[in-house]
Nanobody
C-alpha cells in the first residue's frame, strides 16, 4: 500500500521560509495519478478542525485563501515527492501539516470536508512552529 511521509519540521520566525516534503513510497507518483492535498491542523484544534490549504489535481493547483500567494504545492515525479513551499510565514500558520492523497477529486474534497474520517493515504504529519 502507498505510504506518505512528511518531513521538514521546523521552528521559524514570522516572514521566514520553510519547505515541507511528502515522500511517497510503495508507488510511483507518475503512475498513481492521485490527487494531492496538504492539510493542516492548528494547535488546540482536533482533526475535525483541520483545513485543506493546498491541492494539486495533476494539472492545476488550488489554495486556501489565507495561504494564496505565499504557499506553493508542487510534485517532483523524479523524486516521487510532493512539496509545499511556504514563504512569508505567519504566526497563524503554525500547525501540524499532513500530506494526503486521494484517488479522485471527489475523494480529495471529502478529505477537506471531513478530515476527521479515516483515509488510506494520509501521512503522520510534521510540526511547523512560527514564533518571534
Amino acid at each position: 500500500q502507498v505510504q506518505l511521509q512528511e518531513s521538514g519540521p521546523g521552528l521559524v520566525k514570522p516572514s521566514q521560509t520553510l519547505s515541507l516534503t511528502c515522500t511517497v513510497s510503495r508507488g510511483s507518483i507518475t503512475s498513481l495519478n492521485y490527487y494531492w492535498n496538504w492539510i493542516r491542523q492548528a494547535p488546540g484544534k482536533g482533526r475535525e478542525g483541520a483545513e485543506c490549504i493546498a491541492a494539486f489535481d495533476g494539472d492545476d493547483m488550488y489554495y486556501e485563501e489565507s495561504v494564496k500567494g505565499r504557499f506553493t504545492i508542487s510534485v517532483d515525479n523524479a523524486a516521487n515527492t510532493v512539496w509545499l513551499q511556504m514563504n512569508n510565514l505567519k504566526i497563524e500558520d503554525a500547525a501540524v501539516y499532513f500530506c494526503a492523497a486521494a484517488v479522485s477529486w471527489i475523494a480529495a474534497q471529502a478529505m477537506c470536508n471531513h478530515p476527521q474520517d479515516e483515509y488510506d493515504y494520509w501521512g503522520q504529519g510534521t510540526q511547523v512552529s512560527v514564533s518571534s
